[in-house]
């Protein structure tokens, strides 16, 4: 099936091109860290995580998304998922593999990094979610593979897959849920150590991940034949609304739990995120521009009129994934570490070749989404001719 | 036919076993050992080949050693807030004995500065205090350094058992296994341990040769590295750098189990406490107040 991925039109070669220069570029920003050390990047003494593991904190919340498609599809028999469940399982291997690279370029010593698998450790989060992704990722590509390959040859898929892909259902959550963990287990970090965390987790995820799924489904009825469906489309905007009501709840409980109880430990991170501490504010631009992408968008897409007018829609998802992102991909991480347990305040901020390898990685997930999509919209093309 | 069948299966499956047996005694036999698992004489002998490349790199004898906790002993700490007068003489002390990076710059120990009238408050210390005379009036200071907990917070999350609590009590770290997530670090609620962000800069005059492997040698970059109670020092009966080096005395160290050392004096006839007893992390580290 592979060979639908070498045709295509100038346009397709040309996004290619573009995305492998930036993997290029990303690549040789990587060799330079790795020959110099983690110094590269803006992390310090006390901002110890920095742009790396929140951008597979958010990933992560993407590749669990997908279980947004898969479960209606196949629990509730909501046929409109059918054309887009392959969508959603690709988008999930292609940000399962970005996330398994954000952890592998954050590593000080990535040639040891098999050292995991090789003394499992299981009172360590860390071997619980390689496992976890390890084994959605596995999962993902089996059943599309499977399933794909089936409708392609025009037969109904083997029954053997159907208990697979109900596990794949649990697992998705699983992996955002442990990936969770790694953070709120660790009574160091008031910030992150709320029971809190693994639900907002999953909420923002299944706002984030259907949003950039509508976004590419949007994409490929512009550039292909294949139509997705204008039902299967406002269906996730429903679900999307949904998980975005949902996180704004949970936000809100986790501000009025850290609030309200008044205990310094759990203000000290909320003031330096939004009004910052002292001259230190470099997360407050942030962190407010967040909030109100968040409540504008979610305000948008409660009105049923705004939210199934497909030609704001798409707007709205910009939306969604950018505050979103903000949330997860820089203001989290970055606020569990100030102030620091001793009460330091040290501002972090990504450097060039930190961003160069971030964006290398997303490149990467890109052209891995690209030939996956590409082949999906080549099989589908044909069955719509 | 049914008894073919069953032979051939069973040929697959002998095939199968005796591939995975091979594919697995390969793996234990080449792949990569903790120093802390090797034997004895292979240990003597890894740390004989890290002596020849520590002599090429620094030009000078390295010698690192293995010595092993001693029965009875398990160390603590006991620090005197009462005295201590902030002159971080401690810090630099223990810079020079632990071999640590000068540029990037690593310190295992820093000291907070904090105001009398708030008490051991640490969201208020200031750690970049710089007056031309200390103690600065109407402060108080907390050097803090590894707590050595009994129920470290850094070793659970390791993912892969790089980092662990020795029975004498020291935290210590396997550089040729920390493969620098820094999750310990993240989950460490003193601040203790130092990631090395850098090939550690390290001017072969200022080597300290004598070191031991689970503690001072000098780091490779990309790893974890934390107070070991100068474990080089301590495990041959001499007092860690930072309590040799405290000009006030403000510093006392010993063996816990040993009814008659300081600081189980201290700990039974002084008023002591440990940082962040609410988190049941179990420090062997103790500050007391000794007038």
Known sequence: MLEKALTGGKRYWTWLAVVVAVIVIGLVAYLYQLREGLGITGMSRDVTWGFYIAQFTFMVGVAASAVMVVLPYYLHNFKAFGKITILGEFLAISSVIMCML????????PARVFNVLLHPTLHSMMFWDMMSLGGYLFLN???????????AKGIAPPKWIKPIIILSIPWAVSIHTVTAFLYSGLSARPFWMTAILAPRFLASAFAAGPSILILLCLLVRKVSRFDPGDKAIRKLSEIVAYAMAVNFFFVLLELFTGLYSGIPQHIEHFHYLFLGIGSATGLVPWAWSSSILMVVALVMLLLPKVRTNLRILPWICVMVVLGLWIDKGIDLIVTGFVPSPVGTVTEYSPTAPELLITLGVYAIGALIIT???KIGIAVREAEAA | METEKG?????ITRRKFLVGTAAGMLMTSCGPKRLYELA???LREALDRMEKEYAVKYGKAVKVGSEGPIKGVKFAYALDLSRCIGCR????ACVHENNQSRDPEIQWIRVAGIDKERGVDLTHADYYYHPDKVPEPGKFYVPIQCQQCDNPPCTKVCPVKATWKEPDGIVVVDYEWCIGCRYCMAACPYGARHFNWGEPGLDPADVNPDTHYLGNRPRPKGVVEKCTFCIQRTRKGRYPACVEACPVGARKFGNILDPDSEVRYVIENKRVLVLKEELNTIPSFFYFYGV
């Open chain 1, 141 to 151: 590509i089996l059943i599309s593979r499977v399933v794909f390959s089936a409708e």
């Open chain 2, 7 to 11: 032979i051939s299966m069973n040929r």
């Open chain 2, 89 to 92: 003489t401690c810090v630099h």
């Open chain 1, 102 to 109: 954000f952890i592998f370029v954050d590593m000080g010593q």
């Open chain 2, 40 to 42: 004895r004489p292979d």
């Open chain 1, 371 to 373: 030939v996956l999509y």
